[in-house]
């Protein structure tokens, strides 16, 4: 089998072996994709053959029937997230389906049950909830992919429209261990300086102050600026600017290899037809014989305009 080989294989045929029963019975697909995950996120045999366990237990998919239950969820919500007891609709709770898919990997994850409502002034809000008897030092990172797969289902759905807003969510873990949970509860406190949910704006604008797209001599900025549709002049314009900056920068190995990027880039864009480019070695180079064939070409279409 499979899946024996690949738990041979990351904790040792022992740990296989005392695990070989619950493989056996080990049908469903939502099973197999619960142990796929717990292979790659659980760092010891112990802390994988509780999962295994927890897997395999009996309730759909190793779920906790308990909490299968709408009113058991809503008894939950009441004690565990008072915040939204007078917020939502009790009578509209309902299950949504578990599988989430990565886009790109297509790799299939499963929270163990999700619950959503309406909210009574609109909208809808999801409970994730994962059951677990003991801690897991990374399940921060488990709960934030796990909540980022469903939102981003959501929005590819086709009932989510242009001006739609995500759902509000709740993750909670439930912790039927023996002793006290001792893993963090939020992502950021696996980082020492990582900001996790944050992303860097790269632009071609050059802005000032807060939230700055780019500095003026930011050669990321100025080489995203010649990608966008502009008219030959500010495209000039740009290419004039990068040749500075290179310059400045005082790399010829750069500078050779901007030269032939973006001599390309322009003769993607059909510049071809209308500037001589090629045979420049540098920056310096495409930058006047662009200009250079421009002034050619303005001067062309005033001569072809005056003799009309």
């Not at 917020?87 to 578990?98: D, G, K, V």
């Not at 399940?139 to 289902?153: I, Q």
């Not at 990582?194 to 704006?201: A, H, K, N, Q």
């Amino acid at each position: 089998m499979v899946l024996r080989r690949q738990i041979t294989h990351r904790f040792g045929e022992e740990t296989a072996a005392r695990l070989a029963k619950q493989l056996a019975g080990l049908s469903s697909p939502e099973g197999i994709d619960r142990i796929t995950d717990a292979l790659f996120e659980c760092g010891t045999d112990d802390e994988f053959i509780e999962r295994m366990r927890t897997a395999c237990s009996p309730g759909s998919g190793g779920r906790t029937p308990d909490f299968a239950d709408r009113r058991m969820i809503e008894i939950l919500i009441r004690n565990h997230v008072p915040e939204w007891a007078n917020r939502i609709r009790f009578t509209t709770l309902r299950q949504e389906p578990t599988e989430l898919v990565a886009g790109k990997t297509l790799q299939t994850r499963h929270p163990d049950i999700i619950w959503a409502a309406d909210i009574i002034d609109g909208g809808r809000v999801l409970f994730l909830i994962e059951l677990r008897r003991k801690p897991e030092r990374f399940m921060p990172l488990r709960t934030t992919t796990n909540t980022a797969l469903a939102l981003e289902e959501i929005a590819a759905g086709p009932d989510f429209g242009p001006g739609d807003t995500l759902p509000e969510f709740v993750y909670l873990v439930v912790y039927h261990g023996d002793g006290p949970w001792s893993g963090p509860d939020r992502v950021t406190d696996l980082f020492r300086r990582s900001d996790p949910g944050r992303f860097r704006l790269v632009s071609w604008r050059e802005e000032k102050g807060e939230g700055a797209g780019r500095p003026a001599d930011d050669i990321t900025g100025l080489v995203l600026g010649l990608a966008r549709s502009q008219p030959l002049e500010d495209m000039a314009a740009q290419v004039a600017a990068l040749a500075r900056t290179i310059r400045e920068h005082g790399d010829p190995g750069l500078d050779a290899f901007m030269a032939d990027r973006v001599r390309t880039l322009l003769e993607s864009r059909d510049c071809k037809k209308t500037l001589r480019l090629r045979g420049a070695k540098t920056m310096d180079e495409l930058a006047e014989r662009f200009q250079r064939s421009l002034d050619e070409l303005v001067q062309a279409r005033q001569d072809g305009s005056g003799t009309e």
